[in-house]
C-alpha cells in the first residue's frame, strides 16, 4: 500500500524567496513520484515526475523535486517564488507498472506575498 | 489536443435528484480515472478503467454511486438518488500510462 503526507497544509513565501513543499511517501515498492498543481477552480496539472531515472527531477515554471529514499521524501523546491505559483500543491505516489493508481497527499496551499 | 473534457462544469440539483456526469478522455488513453475532491477528504479515487473495464471501483461511496465506459471516448458517474454530502468537485483523467491528464473539473452542489 502507498501513502503519502505532506507537511503543511498552507505555507506562505514573500516574492523572491525559496519555495519549499515537503512530501513524504511510504511505499512497498520502489514508487513513482508526481506533483500536481492546481490553481483556482481548475483541474490538476502535472508539474513533474519522478520515475527512478535521475533523482533530481526539473518540471515546469522551474520547479524541481528531488528523490530522496534513504529519506522517503520528495520535497518540491524553486528557487524564486513568482505570484502567479500561489496556488495549491499534490504530491502523490503510484507503485507503478501494472497499477497506475495514484494516491495523493492532503495538498499544500501555497500563498506569495508580495 | 482538447484535453480531457468534462460536463458540466456546474451542476446545482436539489436531493434525492438523479445526477450525471460526463467525461471524455483524451483520444488514445487505455485509462479513465474518477476522483472526487472535499476540503474534509481531499483527493479521492473513485473507480477507474482499462480499455473499457472497471478496474477497481472500492473507493465508490455507496451503491448510489455508478460510472460506465460504454466506449473508449466516454464515460458517465451517476448519483441516484442524491445527497448533500454529495456536494465536491467530480474530476475524470485519463492516461496511457503513468502520467494523468485531468479535465476541469465539475463542480457539484446537492441541496
Known amino acids: 500500500a502507498q501513502s503519502v503526507t505532506q507537511l503543511g497544509s498552507h505555507v506562505s513565501v514573500s516574492e523572491g524567496a525559496l519555495v519549499l513543499l515537503r512530501c513524504n511517501y511510504s511505499s512497498s515498492v520502489p514508487p513513482y513520484l508526481f506533483w500536481y498543481v492546481q490553481y483556482p477552480n481548475q483541474g490538476l496539472q502535472l508539474l513533474l515526475k519522478?520515475?527512478?531515472?535521475?533523482?533530481l527531477v526539473k518540471g515546469i515554471n522551474g520547479f524541481e523535486a528531488e528523490f530522496k529514499k534513504s529519506e522517503t521524501s520528495f520535497h518540491l523546491t524553486k528557487p524564486s517564488a513568482h505570484m502567479s505559483d500561489a496556488a495549491e500543491y499534490f504530491c502523490?505516489?503510484?507503485?507503478?507498472?501494472?497499477?497506475?493508481?495514484?494516491?495523493f497527499g492532503k495538498g499544500t496551499k501555497l500563498s506569495v506575498i508580495p | 489536443d482538447a484535453g480531457v473534457i468534462q460536463s458540466p462544469r456546474h451542476e446545482v440539483t436539489e436531493m434525492g435528484q438523479e445526477v450525471t456526469l460526463r467525461c471524455k478522455p483524451i483520444?488514445?488513453?487505455?485509462?479513465l480515472f474518477w476522483y472526487r475532491q472535499t476540503m474534509m477528504r481531499g483527493l479521492e479515487l473513485l473507480i477507474y478503467f482499462n480499455n473499457n473495464v472497471p478496474i477497481d471501483d472500492s473507493g465508490m461511496p455507496e451503491d448510489r454511486f455508478s460510472a460506465k465506459m460504454p466506449n473508449a471516448s466516454f464515460s458517465t458517474l451517476k448519483i441516484q438518488p442524491s445527497e448533500p454530502r454529495d456536494s465536491a468537485v467530480y474530476f475524470c483523467?485519463?492516461?496511457?500510462?503513468?502520467?494523468?491528464?485531468f479535465g476541469p473539473g465539475t463542480r457539484l452542489l446537492v441541496l
Open positions: 483523467a485519463s492516461s496511457s500510462g503513468l502520467t494523468q491528464y
Open positions: 483520444s488514445g488513453h487505455d485509462y
Open positions: 502523490a505516489v503510484t507503485p507503478g507498472a501494472g497499477s497506475y493508481q495514484l494516491t
Open positions: 519522478y520515475t527512478s531515472a535521475a533523482t
